[in-house]
């Protein structure tokens, strides 16, 4: 399995950007797929992360600015930023929680290598 992301870049603030993480492999079906980062000298965190029942959990600090937009068919998400501020600078992570279709199926975490985003003040 193996996660291809693009976007990014620099903007100022109140800019917006978009990300797009694409999932190749044998996969079977998604279980989560969605967006971490990872600010500098901080820990990795959540930014948002769709579930395949639907529902969706979204870090309190990107609610009404990051919007996430999933094709679970063609194992694709999206993630649109608006109203870019300086702390969402770091670099994303797209992740994805999938089931791999194998002679048994088995079920695998997946990491993308990381976009960078700056915004700029």
């Known amino acids: 399995v193996q996660l291809q992301a693009s976007g990014g870049g620099l903007v100022q603030a109140g800019g917006s950007l978009r990300l797009s993480c694409a999932a190749s492999?044998?996969?079977?079906?998604?279980?989560?797929m969605g967006w971490y980062r990872q600010a500098p000298g901080k820990e990795r965190e959540l930014v948002i992360l769709?579930?395949?029942?639907?529902?969706?959990n979204t870090a309190d600090s990107v609610k009404g600015r990051f919007t996430m937009s999933s094709d679970n068919a063609k194992k694709t998400v999206s993630l649109q930023m608006n109203n870019l501020r300086p702390e969402d600078t770091g670099v994303y992570y797209c992740?994805?929680?999938?089931?791999?279709?194998?002679?048994?199926?088995?079920?695998?975490?997946?990491w993308g290598p990381g976009t960078q985003v700056t915004v700029s003040s």
């Open positions: 769709n579930f395949r029942d639907g529902s969706t």
């Open positions: 992740y994805a929680d999938v089931w791999v279709a194998d002679a048994v199926e088995y079920r695998r975490n997946a």
């Open positions: 492999g044998s996969i079977a079906r998604v279980n989560q």
